[in-house]
């Protein structure tokens, strides 16, 4: 099936720097999407991405489609303390004999942590 | 806003078990998903139902099966629990409308002994 790599897989930082994660797929997706996951909780979607080379931004967050639609990267400049968590790029792809109901693969998450 | 609700937040089984985690929504969504969560692997697709009565496999089906009865409840079976499948469940729901975002409950940690 398709496959997504996540990178870095964790991140140790200063309050204030700037974080940058990125995922690369094996295959072309129509719909890219970031997630966090808070600790004890369940993911919730950050920012979707629906168009090649759309770059679309939510607060201090900015995230990219890019144009081979193999790959997306999330930026979080300024970060604070409540960034800390688990974060998920996600991939859809065309659904398939139109059965595949517009699964996600998920990629294997990075972990961020901020130090005051 | 939606509401996803799994009934245990912690569950510890024996292996051999059958074990239930209990999965309701409350926007009518069409479409549910069961993903188990592991460290290095992200969120892998266990099954996931299109419609009542409806269910189809995902990335890694072996051991499990679902029940979807109701439109807002989508259940997921183990049917002889064993150690592999000590893991944080996480179920999740989306409307038909293309591209709509999946919400996700706060998952069910299941530890097997």
């Known amino acids: 099936g398709q496959q997504l790599n996540q990178s870095p897989q964790s991140m140790f930082i200063q309050e204030g720097e700037d974080v940058s994660m990125n995922c690369t797929s094996s295959?072309?997706?129509?719909?890219w999407l970031w997630y966090k996951q808070d600790p004890g909780e369940g993911p919730v979607l950050l920012i979707a991405l629906y168009k090649a080379g759309e770059l679309t931004s939510n607060g201090r967050l900015t995230a990219q489609f890019g144009i081979t639609r193999k790959d997306s990267f999330l930026n979080i400049s300024a970060s604070i303390p409540s960034d800390v968590g688990i974060y998920f790029c996600a991939g859809r792809g065309r659904n398939a004999g139109g059965t595949s109901y517009g699964k996600l693969t998920f990629g294997q998450g990075t972990i961020l942590t901020v130090h005051p | 806003d939606v509401k996803v609700t799994q009934s245990s937040r912690y569950l510890v089984k024996r292996t051999g078990e059958k074990v239930f985690l209990e999965c309701v929504q409350d926007?009518?969504?069409?479409?549910m998903f069961w993903y188990r969560q592991d460290p290095g692997l992200g969120l892998r697709l266990i099954y996931f139902s299109y419609d009542v009565k409806m269910k189809e496999k995902g990335d890694i089906p072996e051991g499990y099966s679902v029940s979807r009865e109701k439109k807002e409840r989508f259940s997921l079976i183990l049917e002889s629990a064993s150690t592999n499948q000590t893991s944080m469940y996480l179920c999740a729901s989306r409307g038909q409308i293309n591209n709509s975002p999946l919400h996700f409950g706060n998952g069910t940690r299941l530890t097997v002994t």
């Open positions: 926007m009518d969504h069409e479409n």
């Open positions: 295959s072309i997706f129509n719909t």
